[in-house]
Each structure stands twice: as C-alpha cells, then as structure tokens.
C-alpha cells in the first residue's frame, strides 16, 4: 500500500512494517474518519497461474491499520458457511473492496466479497458524499444503488441489468480480441451472463457516474467481458407524481395502495415489499409472460381484490399489467407515454392497448401537462385530457430575503450551459447591473428545502424538459419564474439540444429526425421527435407547461434576462401567481371530483 504525493510527485509505502505481514494481497480500501485505514485481502495471484479452477485461492482477511501504517488488528472472515453458496471457483471469499460509510459517526465500512451469491462478482462501491447512498456494480451484469442511511439495514433502490436493458437491446459492440460484431443480450446469451460489470465512478457533486466493463484476463480468470465504458444518469428528482395525487384526493375518501419500485420511493416511504412477479429489473418493460404471470399471482389475491381503480403515471405502460384485471384504468402520462416501450413492435402494441382502454368509458386516458396529451393525441387519435398536479404539499409561500440570489437551475447541452454563464456575467457587467446570480447546484448542492427555495427572488430556466415536478412545486409556492421565449429556446435547442429530455432519442444521445411509428393525424403536424427541424421543434415546445401558464416572465436575450431581472415587479408577478393557483386547485379539484364520480 502506496501514499501517493501528487504536488512533490513521490511515492512511500504507506505500511510501517510491511515484511511482518502474511499473505497480504491487498484490493479495496477504506480510509475513516481519523484516518486510519480498513483493507481487504483479495486472492494469492500465484494460485491464478494453475491449471484447475478449483485451485484458486481467495482470501478471507480484513485488516485494520492505524493512521501511521501500523497494524492494529486482523479479521479472519469464515464466510459463507454454506457449501453452495460459493461460485464453483477456487476457494475462499476475496475480499475485492472495503470502503469507508462517509460520514459514520461509528467509523464503520462496508467490505464486499468476490466469491459469494455462487457468481463471481466485483463489487466495487461508490458512494454519495453524504453517506445516505451508495452505488455498486454485482455479478458481472448488474449495477445497484441502495439507500444505507440504515447501515445495517441496506435498501436497493434500483437495479440496472446489462443483460436485459431495452436500452441496450440495438447497440452493437465488438466483440473482445474478434472481428465480430453483437450486441448486448446475444453477448449476455453467449458468456453466461458476464458483461464484466467492474469499476464504478461517481465524481464527487455530479448527478453522472461511470461503469467500466472489464473484469480481468489473466491465467484461469477469463472475465474480459465487454471492454465498453458506460456513462449513467442520477434522478435527483426526490418527488413523483403518486405522491401529488394522493395529497389532491386526500378529500375524496380514498384509499391507496402504493407499493412503489422507484428509486425514490425510500423517501415517501413506500417502497415494495414482497412483491410478485414483478421487481426493479423487469417493470419497467415485462414482456407478455410476465403480465400473464402477473395476473396469475394476483387474480384471487386478497388485497388486490379490494382494488377499484388502477392508476399509472410513471411509466403510463404499467397499466397493460392491470389490463386483465377488468377495473377501471386511470392512466396519466408524466413524460412521453411510451417510456418503456421503446421498441417498434411493443410501441404499436401499446398503442393498441391504450385505444382499447379509452373505449371505455369508465377509464381515464390523460397527460399531466399538454404536452403529453398532445403527443399521446399524434400517435393513436386518442383525445387525452390534462390533469396536471398540484403539488400543493410544499405549505411555504414566497417569502424574498436581501442578498439572497436568483437561481438557475440544471442546464443541459455539451456547452451551452459554459456559454450561458458566460454571457450571463458579460451582460451583467456590460449593462452594469448589480445582482446577485448563482446556480442552484452551487448552492444547494445535494439537497434543498421548499422553505430555503422561497427566501430567492426568482428561478431562471433553461429547461431540459417540458414538464417537471420542481416546476409545478415552484410555481405553486408562487416563486417569480424566468425563462427564455419560444422562439429563443427554439433557436437555442435548434443549436445545443438544451431542452434534452423532450425526446428519448435526446436522452438517450441518439437524436433522430423522425419517430419510428408514423402519427395518426393530420399530415400538416410536424414530428415531436424531429431534432433537426426549426418548425417541428417550435411547433411542439410551445405546449410545453413553461408555454402555458401565466404569470411567466419570458427573454429574448441574454441582455433582456438581466434587464428583466433588475426591473421586474417580482411581488407583484408572485401576487398573481397566487391568485392563479386558487383557480387551478379549485377547478382540478371539480376535475376529479366528476372523473370519481362517473367512475362510481
């Protein structure tokens, strides 16, 4: 073990007596908070050289290092003790990462074993700098997230599988030391499930990680898996429509029951438990045997006998499960209705399905903006109405303090957001304006309070998608809100792609100029999923929700953001917004109370 000194470029073993320790084949490591030291023994590398597998040696020792280098105690970890639970693979567990809980006020780590689950498997951790969650790639095939603000008591929250992603299904990657060429699910179907899922990295304050596919590819372990390096996405979007929707009909004497898969359902406390059939790999996109399967488990099922109404928001697909079950079906779409089913032939089936459901007149077919009902509207002629949330549970109302600064939320785009900061400061100065500007992350950096949200004078947006929760929560705690005009964000996300999240092809960074399904409309309607068309984009963004309410302060500019900034009448904007949200909560309130009624 090596500290390295990056400043004076020199290297010293960090170990005060290095010749007095036995097989001493180190991996992870974990420093704690007085910095001493926690490390794993991995595997004797010799044993590798063999020419039986069954010969490897795994080791079973954790050791604990004073901050000097001393040793202070060594673990023997007899574990597993049952004679099946190993992978068939040497002996012994192997200790390949130990990594301190940030933050423990015990000191404690978490140490993860290679040879353990009778698959071998990395599991390389990264966690978030608060210590409440940690990130870690399993089996060669999967990577976790987990809630450990229980140490003892660890959560997974999600679960991405490399073997079974949709996302995956169509990119083609080379296959290791070949000239073949496959993809993701035939690689799976060839190499028993190893994709060599191995190192994680998530950089301190970004929203982004990072998984690298190789494992090793020495003597008798042949893990080289797919050598590809994949970049994933953080949500940290702590609210969900559910959640809104049972604070709406809080009055309406209903009962929910919400056994939730989302990854942020730790914090509404309603995540799923002994759950059949379904679970966090397979949801999001069950293929027709699991709803069969699904119906089966479910049909004389007691609890799910008392269900009137089914309700699907995220994704709105989830209510194919419930098809069978012969109530009534509320779908809302929060974001593009197809999310999960981005394959051609389960778009169309879905499709299918959901002119079926709104045949009926006991079921509720919506957007919870007009975006979505627009576009569900161009692709199956179906007439979604909007029911959009209310996100009224925030209980703060804006409330300014001095020198407290306005806000800019999350920009997307490769360089616009460099850009928009920079010509942000030039017009600042340029027009010699004194205000006070900073970014959200900035100053909240992981998480904030409604409460700390209202002391700002306003929020400026980018937007990076049409619909968004935080905006509904912003605007019902009538918070002055700025953003760019149609024709600017046009232009903007005509150039940058800003407004990323409109499209899956923008999320998924595979831009298109057309849908893979043709609309059902008239042909006059452009494509909503044209990237590369000025009129299809404009036409399409001014459904966006940012488009649709008033009381909305828009730019032109760069220059006229910070002239509006400096001479808007902000309490007055914020007055209106009040008044406005009365009305909504009134008439949504009427709109469910009518919607329950047919129902009934």
């Not at 999001?284 to 069969?292: A, D």
């Not at 001095?402 to 939320?409: D, M």
Request: aromatic fraction near 14%; hydrophobic fraction near 40%.
């Amino acid at each position: 073990m090596v500290i390295i000194d990056v400043k004076t470029r020199s290297a010293k073993s960090f170990l005060k007596d290095a010749s007095s320790l036995i097989d001493f084949n180190p991996h992870g490591y974990g420093i704690i908070n007085d910095k001493s030291v926690f490390a794993g023994d991995y595997i004797d590398p010799i044993s590798l050289t063999g020419t039986d597998p069954a010969n490897i040696i795994f080791r079973n020792t954790l050791r604990y290092f004073d901050s000097d280098g001393t040793l202070k105690r060594t673990y023997q970890i007899p574990f597993p003790t049952e004679p099946d639970a190993f992978s068939g693979i040497g002996q012994g567990d192997g200790f390949m990462e130990v990594k301190a809980i940030p933050n423990d006020p015990f000191g404690r780590s978490y140490a993860a074993v290679n040879n353990y689950q009778k698959r071998i498997s990395a599991c390389i951790m990264s966690f978030f700098p608060d210590g409440k969650r940690v990130l870690m790639t399993f089996q060669m095939r999967f990577v976790l997230l987990f809630d450990i603000s229980k140490p003892k008591k660890p959560v997974i929250l999600h679960v991405f599988d490399f073997c079974s992603d949709r996302a995956l299904d169509h990119i083609q990657i080379q296959v290791p030391d070949s000239d073949q060429v496959s993809t993701f699910p035939e690689f799976c179907a060839k190499n028993n499930n190893r994709i060599g899922a191995h190192i994680i990295h998530h950089p301190k304050g970004e929203n982004r990680f990072i998984v690298v596919n190789y494992f090793l590819h020495f003597g008798l372990a042949q893990f080289s898996g797919t050598r590809t390096v994949h970049a994933f996405k953080l949500n940290k979007d702590l609210t969900n429509p559910i959640y809104d929707i049972k604070h709406q009909l809080a009055s309406f004497d209903i009962k929910f029951i919400d056994k939730s898969l989302s990854g942020s359902c730790y914090e509404t406390k309603t995540c799923a438990k002994k759950l059949k059939v379904l679970h966090v790999g397979n949801a999001l996109w069950p293929t027709y045997l699991i709803r069969q399967e699904f119906y089966k488990a479910y049909e004389n099922d007691l609890e799910m006998n008392q269900v009137n109404i089914f309700m699907c928001f995220h994704p709105a697909a989830m209510c194919e499960m419930f098809m069978p079950f012969n109530r009534t079906l509320i779908v809302i779409a929060s974001t593009r209705y197809e999310l999960g089913r981005y394959g051609k032939e389960d778009w169309i089936n879905w499709n299918k399905n959901l002119q079926i459901i709104a045949t009926n007149p006991r079921n509720v077919v919506a957007g919870n903006n007009l975006y979505d009902a627009e576009y569900i509207r161009y692709f199956t002629g179906i007439k979604a109405i909007v029911l959009p949330s209310l996100c009224a549970y925030t209980n703060v109302s804006y409330a300014p303090k001095i020198k407290k600064p306005f806000l800019i939320t999350p920009i997307h785009g490769k360089e616009f957001p460099i850009e928009f900061t920079l010509n942000l400061t030039n017009a600042l100065q340029r027009l010699k304006v004194s205000i006070n500007v900073s970014h959200l992350r900035e100053v909240y950096k992981d998480h904030y309070e409604y409460s700390q949200l209202v002391q700002h004078p306003g929020i400026i947006y980018v937007p990076y998608q049409v619909s968004l929760m935080s905006l509904f929560e912003q605007y019902r705690m009538n918070i002055p809100l700025f953003f760019p005009s149609l024709e600017l964000l046009t232009e903007w996300h005509y150039k940058y792609h800003v407004v990323r999240e409109r499209t899956w092809g923008g999320i998924f960074e595979s831009l298109k100029n057309s849908s893979i399904l043709p609309g059902v409309l008239n042909s006059n309607i452009p494509d909503p999923n044209n990237e590369f068309d000025r009129d299809a984009i404009r036409y399409w963004l001014k459904f966006a929700d940012f488009y649709q309410w008033p009381y909305i302060t828009y730019f032109n500019s760069i220059d006229d953001l910070v002239v509006k900034l400096n001479n808007t009448n902000l309490m007055e904007i914020s007055q209106n917004m009040k008044a406005h949200n009365t009305i909504v909560k009134r008439k949504l309130h009427e709109q469910w109370r009518q919607i329950l009624e047919k129902i009934n």
